[in-house]
């Protein structure tokens, strides 16, 4: 019998020291060895290319680099959107194009839809995962794409038991992939989902993913 989990809410796990690690990679830049291109194995800015006023949502954004070194090879009438509960750290002025968000991407909702939305090593800290990939897919522009990080084993039900196998199938059969290799879900085009999963809170307290570095367990009947 496993031992039940002490599970909190949003608000709690936002203050928890899991979220607030300070030692978190938070300054991922577009390309290169510590980037988004790396991380995520798309040329996000081939991706935006030849689109009229190209539009990026980045989910938990950390200092937003990524972000602003996109903003110089973009057009004057792109939409760069970063949103991270920690405010912007980046030093130096932002540019016109990039609006920063502090905010937590669990309550967080956009009023508009986007050409590419990204998740880079966000959704580990994230009570509700299957509740954001949920939103987040239907904030996708047409043609656009969705990529995120998405760890199974952190997806447990109430007595602890693994989930993640049955969220993989749900969020297959809802049109996203999962590639194992990579622990990334991405999605094409805008969908309205609805998994069978009803999130009952988070354990802050799961310990290290397979990044290393403590994560969250979410947990869901
Ligand atoms: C590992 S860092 C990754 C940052 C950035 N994507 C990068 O790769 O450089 C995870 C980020 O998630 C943010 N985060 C954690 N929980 C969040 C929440 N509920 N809403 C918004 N951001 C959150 C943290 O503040 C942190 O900046």
Not at 3 to 11: E, G
Not at 102 to 126: E, F, K, N, Q
Not at 168 to 184: C, D, E, K, V, W
Not at 194 to 201: A, D
Request: aromatic share 6%; hydrophobic share 35%; proline share 8%.
């Amino acid at each position: 019998m496993r031992k039940q989990r002490a599970l909190v809410t949003a608000v709690d796990l936002e203050r928890s020291s899991v979220v607030a690690n300070n030692t978190m990679n938070r300054e991922r830049g577009l390309t290169g060895v510590n980037s988004y291109a790396r991380e995520l194995g798309v040329d996000l800015l081939a991706h935006l290319a030849d689109r009229p006023a190209p539009s990026w949502l980045d989910l938990c954004s950390g200092e937003g680099r990524a972000l602003r070194e996109a903003a110089s090879a973009l057009p004057a009438d792109a939409v760069l959107t970063a949103v991270d509960l920690v405010g912007p750290l980046a030093p130096g002025p932002t540019p016109p194009t990039l609006e920063e968000i502090i905010a937590s991407v669990s309550t967080w909702t956009p009023t508009r839809t986007y050409d590419l939305i990204t998740c880079v090593h966000g959704l580990h800290y994230i009570g509700d995962q299957l509740g954001l990939l949920t939103r987040a897919a239907s904030w996708l522009s047409e043609d656009g794409l969705l990529t995120a990080h998405f760890d199974p084993d952190s997806i447990r039900r109430p007595d602890g038991t693994p989930a993640g196998r049955a969220a993989i199938t749900a969020l297959r059969a809802s049109g996203f992939r999962y590639s194992p290799r990579h622990h990334r879900v991405t999605l094409h085009g805008p969908r309205s989902i609805t998994l069978p999963f009803t999130y009952v809170g988070a354990d802050p307290d799961a310990g290290p993913n397979y990044t290393g570095q403590p994560a969250v367990g979410s947990y869901y009947t």
